[in-house]
């Protein structure tokens, strides 16, 4: 089992950057496949972006590619989430998942394919 503990978020204007770290416990954390989630207000959680065990692989929501950079370091059992160019549609509730997939190369991209979920950190944008 791991734990998630997601930090960085806050309020930021329109344009601005931020970036969201997910320290990791428990378990050896190459292990794991990670993603970043985001639920805004009224709205269904939703995928952000996913990093393979390794790291060699990422995937993103189409709507945010070129903005937002996902990144690993294992030494450091931590996943990121960079975040740049940020728009007031970004406001919501960043979480942290984890997962353990067979495949050092493999991303996940769906809600229900994570075992475990952070508390979430906000992210406000204003305009």
């Known amino acids: 089992q791991v734990q998630l503990v997601e930090s960085g978020g806050g309020l930021v204007q329109a344009g601005g950057s931020l970036r969201l770290s997910c320290a990791a416990s428990?378990?050896?954390?190459?292990?794991?496949?990670m993603g970043w989630f985001r639920q805004a207000p009224g709205k269904e959680r939703e995928f952000v972006a996913g990093?393979?065990?390794?790291?060699?692989?990422?995937f993103y929501a189409d709507s945010l590619k070129g903005r937002f950079t996902i990144s690993r370091d294992n030494a450091k059992n931590t996943v990121y989430l960079q975040m740049n160019s940020l728009e007031v549609e970004d406001t919501a509730v960043y979480y942290c998942?984890?997962?353990?997939?067979?495949?050092?190369?493999?991303?996940?991209?769906?809600?229900?394919?994570?075992?475990?979920w952070g508390q979430g950190t906000q992210v406000t944008v204003s305009a």
């Open positions: 428990g378990r050896t954390f190459s292990s794991y496949a």
């Open positions: 990093i393979s065990r390794s790291g060699t692989s990422t």
């Open positions: 998942a984890a997962t353990e997939p067979n495949f050092v190369w493999l991303v996940l991209t769906r809600d229900p394919e994570y075992d475990y």
